[in-house]
């Protein structure tokens, strides 16, 4: 029997407890342009910049919401003038396209399905996620989006290769 209580079934605590689940999680690339799309139309488009995928569990809330923002906007990935990255996006374009991506948090443990319980319910994931937006411009970025539960197309230019994941 699963009880669900506020959104949270007796699995999702189970998970916390095995240790799987963390805070915000986020796969960061630098880029030298990237853009989603939705149905063929570009809905989000940066130049050099940060392309983020962003996926929330069940325990994030607007504290660890921000302290992915000040992370990501001080993130030191960018080269300086003498080819150390000693530079954030804040000291260059400013610009970050963030990406909504519940996968995330897959479970691939077991079996061939991955399991997405680790994943926040969409009501409550899509407002962290849009205050993640707010929360970079309102540090100065610019910042495009895609499209939250739509089937997204992102093609990027990976600079570097530089990609990391961060998690608050």
């Given at each position: 029997m699963v009880?669900?209580?506020?959104?949270?079934?007796?699995r999702?605590?189970?998970?916390?407890r095995r240790g799987i689940v963390a805070n915000v999680r986020s796969v960061v690339q630098r880029v030298s342009r990237a853009n989603v799309r939705v149905d063929g139309e570009i809905v989000g488009e940066i130049g050099e910049g940060?392309?983020?995928?962003?996926?929330?569990?069940?325990?994030?809330?607007?504290?660890?919401?921000?302290?992915?923002?000040?992370?990501?906007?001080?993130l030191r990935l960018f080269s300086d003038s003498e080819g150390a990255m000693n530079l954030s996006v804040s000291?260059?374009?400013?610009?970050?396209?963030?990406?909504?991506?519940?996968?995330?948090y897959a479970?691939?443990?077991?079996?061939?399905?991955?399991?997405y319980l680790g994943a926040a319910r969409p009501d409550?994931?899509?407002p962290l996620i849009?205050?993640?937006?707010d929360e970079l411009r309102g540090l100065g970025a610019t910042v495009e989006t895609g499209r939250f539960r739509a089937d997204?197309?992102?093609?990027?230019?990976?600079?570097?290769?530089?990609?990391l994941i961060v998690e608050t």
């Amino acid at each position: 029997m699963v009880v669900v209580k506020c959104g949270v079934t007796q699995r999702d605590v189970s998970s916390f407890r095995r240790g799987i689940v963390a805070n915000v999680r986020s796969v960061v690339q630098r880029v030298s342009r990237a853009n989603v799309r939705v149905d063929g139309e570009i809905v989000g488009e940066i130049g050099e910049g940060l392309a983020v995928l962003v996926g929330v569990t069940h325990e994030d809330n607007a504290e660890s919401v921000s302290k992915m923002a000040r992370k990501l906007w001080n993130l030191r990935l960018f080269s300086d003038s003498e080819g150390a990255m000693n530079l954030s996006v804040s000291e260059g374009s400013g610009q970050i396209l963030v990406i909504s991506q519940f996968t995330l948090y897959a479970d691939t443990r077991k079996g061939r399905r991955p399991s997405y319980l680790g994943a926040a319910r969409p009501d409550v994931a899509e407002p962290l996620i849009d205050q993640l937006v707010d929360e970079l411009r309102g540090l100065g970025a610019t910042v495009e989006t895609g499209r939250f539960r739509a089937d997204m197309a992102v093609d990027l230019v990976n600079d570097g290769p530089v990609t990391l994941i961060v998690e608050t």
